[in-house]
C-alpha cells in the first residue's frame, strides 16, 4: 500500500472521487447482476478495494473503478449461475475471500492472478463475435457510451445497442465447464496467442487506464 495515500487526507480524497462515479458503478453491476443485495455487494467491495490498492499509481480513477466492479459483477455472475446448477470444479471459481483487509490483493493483483477473470475471457472469445466481444468488454468493463463505441467500430449507436444485448444473451445461455453437441458447435476455437494477446491488452487497460491498445485490438478485429 502507498503510505502516502493511507492518510486522513488521503482517504477523504479516495472517497471523494468514489463518491462521485459510484452512479456509474451501481449502473454496470445492474447491467450484469439485476440483484440490489448483490449490487450493493459488488460495489462495496470495489471500495474496500480502492482502498486498499496504490491509488497514486492510478492514472485514471474511473476507469480502474469501472473495472474493478465489472470484474467483481461478472465474477458474481458467474459464481451464481456455477452454484444454481452446482458446477464443483475449483478451478472455475474466484478465491475471493481474504481472511483480512491487509491480507487482501490489490484489484490489479486480483485481476492478475484470478482464474475466474481467465475462464471469463476464454468464454467471451469462444462465444461472442468479434464485434460483439469489441462492444461488450468496452461497454461493460470499461463503460464507455454507446455513441463512443459506435464510431469507433464505424456503425450505429442502435447497432451498438444491439451488439450488447446479444452478447449479454450469449454469455448468459454458455455454461461453465466441457460442452459437447449443439452448444460445442456453437464456439469456436480461440486460440493460445489470441488469448494471451487479449488477456494481456485487458490486464494492461484496466491497470494503467491507457485504453487505446485495447481499442485497438477489439475495434481493429471487429
Same mark, same amino acid.
Given at each position: 500500500?502507498?503510505?502516502?495515500?493511507?492518510?486522513? *487526507?488521503?482517504?477523504? !480524497? =479516495? @472517497?471523494?472521487?468514489?463518491?462521485? &462515479?459510484?452512479? %456509474?458503478?451501481?449502473?454496470? #453491476? /445492474?447491467?450484469?447482476?439485476?440483484?440490489?443485495?448483490?449490487?450493493?455487494?459488488?460495489?462495496?467491495?470495489?471500495?474496500?478495494?480502492?482502498?486498499?490498492?496504490?491509488?497514486?499509481?492510478?492514472?485514471?480513477?474511473?476507469?480502474?473503478?469501472?473495472?474493478?466492479?465489472?470484474?467483481?459483477?461478472?465474477?458474481?455472475?458467474?459464481?451464481?449461475?456455477?452454484?444454481?446448477?452446482?458446477?464443483?470444479?475449483?478451478?472455475?471459481?474466484?478465491?475471493?475471500?481474504?481472511?483480512?483487509?491487509?491480507?487482501?490483493?490489490?484489484?490489479?493483483?486480483?485481476?492478475?492472478?484470478? *482464474?475466474?477473470?481467465? !475462464? =471469463? @475471457?476464454?468464454?467471451?472469445?469462444? &462465444?461472442?463475435? %468479434?464485434?460483439?466481444?469489441? #462492444? /461488450?468488454?468496452?461497454?461493460?468493463?470499461?463503460?464507455?457510451?454507446?455513441?463512443?463505441?459506435?464510431?469507433?467500430?464505424?456503425?450505429?449507436?442502435?447497432?451498438?445497442?444491439?451488439?450488447?444485448?446479444?452478447?449479454?444473451?450469449?454469455?448468459?445461455?454458455?455454461?461453465?465447464?466441457?460442452?459437447?453437441?449443439?452448444?460445442?458447435?456453437?464456439?469456436?476455437?480461440?486460440?493460445?496467442?489470441?488469448?494471451?494477446?487479449?488477456?494481456?491488452?485487458?490486464?494492461?487497460?484496466?491497470?494503467?487506464?491507457?485504453?487505446?491498445?485495447?481499442?485497438?485490438?477489439?475495434?481493429?478485429?471487429?
Amino acid at each position: 500500500m502507498n503510505v502516502s495515500t493511507d492518510t486522513p *487526507q488521503g482517504l477523504d !480524497d =479516495a @472517497a471523494a472521487i468514489f463518491v462521485g &462515479v459510484r452512479p %456509474r458503478l451501481s449502473q454496470i #453491476a /445492474y447491467r450484469m447482476l439485476g440483484s440490489a443485495n448483490d449490487i450493493e455487494d459488488v460495489v462495496q467491495e470495489a471500495w474496500m478495494r480502492w482502498q486498499r490498492t496504490d491509488r497514486a499509481a492510478v492514472r485514471n480513477p474511473a476507469a480502474f473503478l469501472s473495472t474493478t466492479t465489472s470484474r467483481l459483477a461478472m465474477n458474481t455472475a458467474m459464481s451464481t449461475r456455477v452454484q444454481r446448477e452446482k458446477y464443483t470444479d475449483p478451478q472455475f471459481l474466484e478465491p475471493n475471500n481474504p481472511e483480512s483487509a491487509n491480507s487482501a490483493p490489490a484489484p490489479d493483483e486480483a485481476i492478475e492472478h484470478t *482464474q475466474a477473470v481467465e !475462464d =471469463a @475471457a476464454m468464454l467471451m472469445l469462444q &462465444v461472442l463475435s %468479434r464485434s460483439e466481444l469489441a #462492444a /461488450y468488454v468496452l461497454r461493460e468493463a470499461f463503460d464507455y457510451s454507446h455513441c463512443t463505441i459506435a464510431e469507433l467500430l464505424g456503425i450505429r449507436p442502435d447497432n451498438v445497442r444491439q451488439l450488447v444485448s446479444r452478447a449479454r444473451r450469449r454469455i448468459a445461455a454458455a455454461r461453465p465447464g466441457p460442452v459437447s453437441g449443439r452448444a460445442a458447435r456453437g464456439r469456436r476455437r480461440a486460440k493460445a496467442s489470441e488469448f494471451d494477446c487479449f488477456v494481456r491488452t485487458f490486464r494492461a487497460a484496466a491497470r494503467t487506464g491507457n485504453l487505446r491498445a485495447l481499442e485497438r485490438l477489439l475495434c481493429g478485429r471487429a
